[in-house]
């Protein structure tokens, strides 16, 4: 071994930890260290790779000693049970001052267990989002770091120089501590989740109800994708759809088997917001979208005794911009969803985290970068205490411009028998929000019927249950404890 120092490690050289090690090793000033498991992964890096001069070690022990101290070790390896094996070697190895930085897909309730854990050793513990895919990861993904304030002294500087780059901004920012950086990376593939649905819905629209095929749709959307619509999304949305199946010369789109998979981060953000009692309605029914999409058994029942369905409603040329202006309020909506569920998070864990720079280091490296984002940023500006996105002016406004396409195309869709679930989602919480007075009055007097929970008053303070099963008149009561 050299007596040669490497200023950062990877540990775990699958496709995204190879890759980031190369986008480490490009940046000026960095020296790179690299161990996995299997020597003979190490080995293909360094073989396909001599020009980014890794430090290579067969054993953890040999990675550690090739670190310069204070040591900085990021782990990409499988989250769960290979994370905390990894993490264990590290610990037994490094001193106080040292930092581990997992960058996997870690829950981020493991990564705020690890950091509690780890923490008494004086090594400090850093869960980490780290957004792009494989290609990100070479090339400049979007970072969340979580973790302490100090640790982020010297990995920030590590991070942003590898980091996707916006309007010359690097993508990453402390997000807060312990878990905080896991926790908006999850909301984060949630919000994608929301997202995909949201334009896989537009495109079915456009197909079905406007008659347009995939090749004429992916022209749509790459129109869409010159004006308040762009994204990364839209754009390889298209690209999907220009797609011919080389063997059929079909769309593409029409080969490929209609049962979407989904790999978890979805379903986490449902969960947790659920327990944060947070709407989060567009994220949710997406992912079961994608559940439906993948019960063949259950499709195949309906289909066999629904054979009748609705016609088709007629539409003329102006639909394509009506699911354009659903489209954006439904994202409007997902996404001011999402960032409801930042903040109970941030709330309930006890993270000072900054909106609008969390929708600034998504512009860039990331599965939902978007211009869209800068008008998130630019409304956390103006006032960041805004109680919901859809209060900020320019998105009230745009989905005030938008709210009577939106309601025609939702409207089109149910009679047509075109499944909206995102859209006709937001619409409702839209109108949820929008409307004075909800039917929640009815299931407060039904709680009280059954369960004796009580209910407010809307014209005086207390709370009070009514006698229902005795003579129903009403008394003052305490809160219902069940
Ligand atoms: P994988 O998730 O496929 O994991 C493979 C790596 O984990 C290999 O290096 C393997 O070593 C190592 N490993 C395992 Br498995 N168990 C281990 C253990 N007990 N001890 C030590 N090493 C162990 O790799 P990946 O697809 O490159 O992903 C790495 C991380 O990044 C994951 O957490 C993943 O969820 C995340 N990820 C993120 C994105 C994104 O867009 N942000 C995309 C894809 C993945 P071996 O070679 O010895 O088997």
Redesign the pocket.
Known sequence: MSDQKANIGV????????NLARNLASREGNTVAVY???W??TEELITEHPEAGFIASESIDDFVASLATPRTAII????G???D??ISQLVERFEPGDIIMD????NFHDTIRREKEISPTGIHFVGT??????E??LNG?SIMPGGSVESYKTLGPILASIAAVAEGEPCVTHVGTDGAGHFV?MIHNGIEYADMQLIAEAYDLLRRVGGLEPSAIADVFTEWNKGYLESYLIEITAEVLKQTDAATGKPFVDIVLDEAGSKGTGVWTVQNALDLGVPVGGIAEAVFARAVSSKPAQRAAVQSVVTDRPEVQGVDASFADDVSKALYASKVVAYAQGFDAIIAGAEKYGWQIDKGNIAKIWRGGCIIRAQFLNRIVDAYAENANIATLLEAPYFAKAVAEGEAAWRRVVSTAALSGVPVPGFSSALSYFDSLAQKRLPAALVQGQRDFFGAHTYKRVDKPGVFHTLWSGDRTEIETEPSTH
Do not use: D, F
């Open positions: 540990v775990g050289l699958a496709v995204m930890g190879s996995n498991r299997t003979a992964r990409m390896v499988q989250a049970k290979g994370t094996a990894v960058g996997g897909n870690a989002g780290i957004s792009g895919g494989e990100g990861a993904p990376k």
